[in-house]
């Protein structure tokens, strides 16, 4: 077995620093390029996440005051109706008409606090469907950047 020349282990004659430089060169660039590239998608979709928030709380700021003026606009309708029920009771001659007046006012209070409900109800689902909306649409943007990619 014929042993290997020493000095053929420690020749560079098969590098080339030109190329390797060129090479190096080529790789740093597409890497800063990628680089480049995925940084501006990011503060894309950064900026794109923070006008989709600050909608939300812009929706959810006007809907929540737009419950509680819903609410206080109740408070006030059955605060009027006990005071003018109480004004009647002040003028109750027999026992008959306090059980008339009291049977009215309660059936009476029932459909208003039913009314009242159904109003919330309806405001508070529209405030939800508001503030979900931006949400909704950013998702609904971003999966479908996804199926075009």
Do not use: Y
């Amino acid at each position: 077995m014929a042993a290997a020349n020493p000095k053929d282990v420690f020749s560079f004659s098969t590098f080339d620093p030109s190329k390797f430089s060129e090479s190096f060169r080529d790789f740093a660039e597409k890497g800063a390029a990628q680089s480049k590239e995925a940084f501006a998608k990011m503060k894309a979709a950064a900026e794109e996440a923070s006008k989709t928030v600050e909608t939300t709380v812009q929706s959810a700021q006007a809907g929540s005051v737009e419950l509680g003026l819903k609410a206080i606009d109740a408070l006030r309708a059955n605060a009027d109706m006990s005071l003018s029920h109480m004004e009647a009771l002040l003028g109750v001659k027999s026992v008959a008409e306090l059980v008339e007046l009291q049977t009215s006012f309660i059936r009476k209070q029932a459909e208003v606090t039913v009314e009242q409900a159904k109003a919330m109800q309806e405001a508070a689902k529209k405030v939800a469907e508001t503030v979900a909306k931006p949400g909704k649409e950013a998702v609904e943007k971003v999966v479908s950047g996804f199926k075009t990619a």
